[in-house]
């Protein structure tokens, strides 16, 4: 049987209860239920860990398919910079293009360029910035989902500049509309995407209303059909359009090294590159408690080497990054975007979140009732004391802090502690004795 967690599907017929999920996920948002893995939807942040961890392949993400472009008069495919690392070789970006088409797209647009782009915007709105610091990447949505569960004060600290992919598909979506003559419901634009938060975060975006991209397509779903197809494809077209600042985005640093390289960031602060969730809240943990200071901007991925190691993705990591390497060094080109135009678009807010992010602190989420998630955090505090604190993971929970947590939300009692079930089997069983050696005064004493 599977059970549906929005993309995420959970196959229980795979699923041995291992705990592996639960133990490496770094938001406690797994838990083992009568055995079998079981996600709270308010902790995840679909980063995608878990399912790299899962050893019988049981947590997987629903995506799109080719079938679904069926459904449109006109298709574009928005292909992640990530997508070309899953390929040896030379020119790979321009053949993944064709053969993109040739699977049945019409038209492919390339993240990339959408990187570039925002990458301009980024340093026009840091030229101007006078908020508080640090600016943080808003490139990973798996980390903005991190930030407004477990820090919501750094909420307003993310950069509001849209993903790259929302960029592109913008701009294809109005000139396609005004070069075709098509109504926008018939372009379906679909996104190859390397892992559930980027899948989750167009699905339901909350940066505005509505996507303006149709559907996703992971990777590792069309990794396959498409390699089919390259070996066999012929580059009759020049599709490529980006450069090596865009497609560097795939991997840790590509960011911020444009910003280095424009002379974008302050001398007297610091700027950092983080990956990895558990190195992330970290970092994070330091600025809040005041241990990390003097930083302008932090580049953080949820992902080990960025995307590049979604967990959406083929290609081991470390040789997917080889590859962006050289690709970035193959396409040092002069861009094709013109600076003076992204600039003007900026200052009329063309690149900007079109709606306020907004905190999800998870203590609001004990009970609706601010009053009652106070008394309840008050309980959970008090039945954590209570427990052993071996962190040991027997219980379902990935530690006794969490076990509190359900055990307050009415998700679980204190005896599936097994060593609180110990305690209060040995309170009954001597109960019971105790109540072995008593006799009702009318029989007679022996």
């Known amino acids: 049987m599977k059970k549906s967690y929005g993309i995420i599907t959970i ?29 709270l939807t308010n902790k995840c942040i679909y980063c995608g860990k878990c399912f790299r961890d899962c050893p019988e392949n049981a947590i997987t993400a629903s995506t799109h398919g080719l ?3 069926k459904r449109y008069k006109y298709t574009i495919v928005i292909p992640t910079s990530s997508l070309y690392a899953q390929f040896p070789g030379e020119g790979v970006p321009n053949k ?13 647009c390339e993240e990339a360029v959408g990187a570039e782009i925002a990458s301009i915007a980024t340093q026009e709105y840091l030229k101007e910035y006078r908020g508080p610091y640090p600016i943080i990447s808003s490139y990973c ?23 790259p992919a ?10 396609k509309v005004k070069e075709l003559g098509l109504r926008e419901e018939e372009i379906g634009i679909f996104y190859i995407a390397p892992c ?13 209303e509505r996507s303006y991209i149709n559907g996703t397509i992971s990777i590792s779903a069309i990794y396959g059909q498409l390699l089919a197809v390259l070996r066999e494809v012929r580059e009759e077209e020049d599709l490529q359009k980006a450069t090596g600042v865009g497609i560097g985005w795939a991997m840790k640093g590509g960011e911020i090294r444009e910003l280095e390289r424009q002379r974008c960031l302050r001398d007297d602060k610091e700027s950092i590159v983080v990956d990895g969730i ?17 930083i302008e901007f932090i580049e953080a991925r949820s992902c080990p080497e960025g995307c590049i190691g979604g967990a959406l993705t083929v290609a081991d990591r470390y040789v997917a990054r080889g590859r962006i390497r050289k690709l970035m060094l193959g396409n040092e080109k002069e861009s094709e975007i013109k600076r003076e135009e992204v600039v003007r678009r900026f200052r009329e807010g063309y690149y900007f979140f079109e709606k306020r992010l907004k905190p999800k602190p998870f203590a609001s989420r004990l009970d609706p009732d601010p009053i009652k998630a106070v008394e309840k955090m008050k309980l959970r505090d008090e039945i954590h004391s209570s427990l052993p604190g071996l962190d040991c993971g027997a219980c379902g929970a990935p530690n006794c ?30 109960e019971v004795m105790e109540w072995a050696g008593k006799k009702p005064h009318s029989i007679p004493k022996r």
Do not use: H
């Open 11 to 39: 196959d229980e017929d795979k699923c041995q209860g291992c705990v592996n999920c639960m133990m490496s996920c770094r938001t406690e948002a797994i838990r083992i239920y009568e055995g079998k893995a079981r996600i």
């Open 196 to 208: 559930p938060a980027k899948i989750v975060a167009i699905a339901k975006t909350e940066t505005k």
């Open 166 to 175: 929302e960029i592109t598909a913008k701009y294809a979506r109005e000139e």
């Open 401 to 430: 802090r969490a076990l509190a947590d359900d055990v307050v939300q009415g998700r679980a009692e204190v005896t599936d502690c097994i060593f609180k079930w110990r305690e209060r089997a040995k309170d009954l069983a001597e």
């Open 96 to 108: 993944v293009l064709c053969a993109l088409k040739a699977l049945g797209f019409d038209d492919v």
């Open 141 to 163: 949505p798996a980390i903005i989902r991190l930030i407004q569960i477990q820090f919501p004060n750094f909420v307003d600290n993310i950069n509001p500049i849209e993903l």
């Open 67 to 69: 079938e679904d472009l």
């Open 278 to 294: 558990k190195n992330v809240i970290k970092v994070l943990d330091g600025i809040e408690n005041g241990k990390l200071r003097n």
